[in-house]
């Protein structure tokens, strides 16, 4: 066992580690599957994942065999040099994003970077200059490097690092405002497919085909904050493949490497073309390490159909939450293995103490929601260990 008790790391974690990160409540050290433990030997239920990262649990054999193998040939090269998987990979988006020929495919360190890149695309489409407008909703989340936090619809994290770019305006999350906001000055329409930070809270039924229309009326690019939601987690490899729509483009990161660092822009068709050599770049994005990494992720979860049973398995986690009949449950949101439940009070944080304390790891996002978002692998004997004790700890606060 380490050195290290959960009675000694707290005072080191708050004398090195930036204030701006908020105390964790315990420290973890190994994992297994969708299991992990603490420093102290307590085993915990992961049903948070690392917030929709580790697609394929913790220690996943396909992962370790490709971090191996890769850290023994070739780590890092810079942008200046191709390396085999990170063609493969850009390739392999390309094919199930459906992007097809026209796409391409940039290649970042995180999902607020791949958003960044996606600002940047956004201000490229100038038409005869007069698009200088990019629309975002309210109570959205992007990340929080400064162009992503100008995106993000929440202005308790703008207000402290204002002033925020200009030209973003943030509305409300209805057909009717998307109407009544959109012109030819727009340049791009930012959003998230379903607002995971917000507490996994759906967009209004017909809000993506409606903004698909406008957007390709208005000549304004639709890009998809896939973050959260994408590489399976909602059922289909992408959430937007299961709204009948195609995109301009989409940003992915946290579940694609399952773990490890990366971040991407995928284009689609008119879009690809509007980057040219020069107008951005990383250092480290695209490395032979994380990308091998990336497709030895969603080989995996491709060939044991991680996709198709996302859908099934969040079907028995949002029946299962409704039949606990707990009186704090208002309802159950999300799709797949993205799970949001909204409260009738706001004792969330009472909530994923309770399930910590018994040994279950959730999230709360807010006071009034529950976000579930396990491994693709998690099974139906976890599924109902994890409503167990979530009913207890429902119980506990209630």
């Known amino acids: 066992m380490s050195m290290t008790t959960q009675t000694g790391w707290n005072d080191r974690f708050g004398a090195s580690l930036m204030r701006s990160l908020t105390p964790p409540k315990i420290m973890l050290e190994r994992g297994r599957g969708c299991r992990v433990w603490d420093v102290d030997g307590k085993e915990y239920l992961d049903f948070l994942a690392g917030i929709a990262v580790n697609s394929l649990g913790h220690a996943h054999p396909a992962v370790v065999e490709a971090v191996t193998d890769q850290a023994s040939k070739l780590m890092h090269v810079s942008n200046y040099f191709a390396t085999p998987p990170q063609l493969e990979l850009a390739e392999r988006l390309k094919r199930i994003t459906g992007a097809g020929d026209a796409g391409r495919v940039y290649f970042g360190n995180s999902g607020a970077e791949a958003n960044e890149a996606a600002f940047k695309l956004a201000r ?20 929080r490097t400064m162009g992503a936090l100008a995106l993000t619809g929440k202005p308790a ?100 490497a399952g773990g490890f660092p990366i971040g991407a822009l995928v284009t689609f068709g008119w879009a690809s073309d509007l980057f040219s050599a020069g107008q951005h770049g990383s250092t480290f994005g695209g490395n032979p390490l994380a990308t091998r990494v990336a497709n030895a992720v969603l080989g995996e979860i491709e060939t044991t159909g991680l996709v198709e049973a996302a859908r099934g398995k969040g079907e028995r986690i949002r029946a299962g939450i409704a039949a606990i009949g707990s009186p704090l449950v208002d309802e159950v949101r999300g799709e797949g293995l993205l799970v949001g439940i909204g409260l009738t009070r ?4 009472a909530i994923n103490t309770a ?24 099974s139906d004997a976890e599924i109902d260990e994890f409503l167990v004790i979530l009913a207890q700890a429902m119980e506990a606060a209630a």
Do not use: Y
């Not at 973003?168 to 930070?197: F, M, N, R």
């Not at 706001?346 to 944080?349: D, R």
């Not at 790891?361 to 978002?373: H, L």
């Open 124 to 143: 490229l489409n100038k038409g005869d200059g007069s698009r200088t407008r990019i629309l975002a909703l309210q109570n959205s989340f992007h990340g």
């Open 157 to 256: 994290l703008r207000e402290d690092f204002e002033p925020m770019i200009p030209g973003v305006e943030h509305i409300d999350s209805t057909i009717e405002a998307l109407e009544a906001a959109i012109d030819d000055q727009v340049a791009a329409l930012v959003l998230e497919p379903i607002k995971g930070e917000a507490g996994v809270v759906d967009l209004p039924e017909g809000f993506l085909a409606a903004a698909r229309a406008l957007t390709e009326q208005h000549g304004a690019l639709l890009i998809l904050d896939e973050i959260q939601t994408g590489v399976g987690r909602t059922g289909s490899w992408f959430a937007f493949q299961g709204h009948g729509i195609t995109p301009d483009a989409i940003t992915i990161a946290k579940g694609i």
């Open 346 to 349: 706001p004792v969330a944080p």
């Open 355 to 378: 399930a910590l304390e018994r040994g279950l790891i959730v999230n709360a996002p807010n006071e009034s929601s529950i976000r579930i978002a396990p491994p693709l692998i998690v």
